[in-house]
């Protein structure tokens, strides 16, 4: 019984920012990563950004320093910041985890998806 609920998103001319943000709540034992994926139509579910418990992070190259991922450990949330939006970038953000719900099992769980649309 884990929540993932997403904020943030909207539309936004090129050039513009945008900050998704993603409170994970319930049974959590435990995250082990939070990240972001992106689907434009037609298109397949593709990685953005991921962040481990360790604080590393992991980008696709097409958003490499215009995104940027971050973390509020003790409210178990996780953050988008994407600055220098293309029309490209358009596509709905899921944010997505990876955690412990007691001390030896562990799923992946999602959010509800956000529409960001990028204008020319």
């Known amino acids: 019984q884990v929540q993932l609920v997403q904020s943030g998103g909207g539309l936004v001319q090129a050039g513009g920012s945008l900050r998704l943000s993603c409170v994970a709540s319930g049974s959590i034992f435990r995250i082990i990563a939070m990240g972001w994926y992106r689907q434009a139509p037609g298109k397949q579910r593709e990685l953005v950004a991921t962040?481990?418990?360790?604080?590393?992070?992991n980008y696709a190259d097409s958003v490499k320093g215009r995104f940027a991922i971050s973390r509020e450990n003790a409210k178990n949330t996780v953050h988008l910041q994407m600055d220098s939006l293309k029309p490209e970038d358009t596509a709905v953000y899921y944010c997505?985890?990876?955690?412990?719900?007691?001390?030896?099992?562990?799923?992946?769980?999602w959010g509800q998806g956000s529409q960001v649309t990028v204008s020319s």
């Open positions: 962040l481990n418990a360790g604080g590393g992070t």
């Open positions: 997505t985890s990876r955690l412990y719900t007691d001390s030896v099992s562990w799923n992946d769980y």
